[in-house]
């Protein structure tokens, strides 16, 4: 009867044959842990952005603050519209115009829009961060 075969894997470091499931290389001494061992990629941490309303007495604006990698920072800005009453009604022209204009300007600096906000204009959107240094 032959002798059974052992399973042998090739070694990382120096292309040895090494004993399956041995924890040293017995040609160069590498231990099999440190050769698997891939460094994985710094993890990033995502910046969030919403649309919020600046509301003045004469002229409001849309705004998009990020939060995530620092301090919050305003990333996008509409131009001033009038507000009539208290509400802020979707269907006024004006008012569909400036909201657009910050949605396009995140979109095109790289951010996804990933659920509505409690208002009608609050969208919140995303975007990978800078890594997470280690």
């Not at 022209?93 to 995140?106: D, G, I």
Request: proline share 9%; with cysteine.
């Amino acid at each position: 009867m032959p002798a059974p075969v052992e399973a042998v894997e090739e070694c990382d470091r120096c292309s040895g044959a090494v004993p399956a499931g041995a924890g040293f290389c017995p040609w160069c001494g590498a231990h099999r842990a440190e050769v698997e061992e891939v460094e994985a990629p710094a993890p990033h941490v995502w910046e969030t952005a919403e649309i919020d309303l600046w509301r003045g007495y004469v002229k409001s604006h849309f705004y998009a603050v990020a939060r995530g990698n620092g301090k919050p920072k305003v990333v996008a800005a509409s131009g001033d519209f009038r507000l009539l009453g208290r509400e802020v009604r979707p269907d006024a022209q004006a008012v569909r115009v400036a909201h657009a204009a910050v949605v396009e300007a995140l979109v095109a600096a790289g951010w996804e829009e990933v659920e509505p906000g409690e208002a009608w204009y609050k969208r919140r959107f995303r975007r990978p961060g800078d890594p997470v240094p280690v």
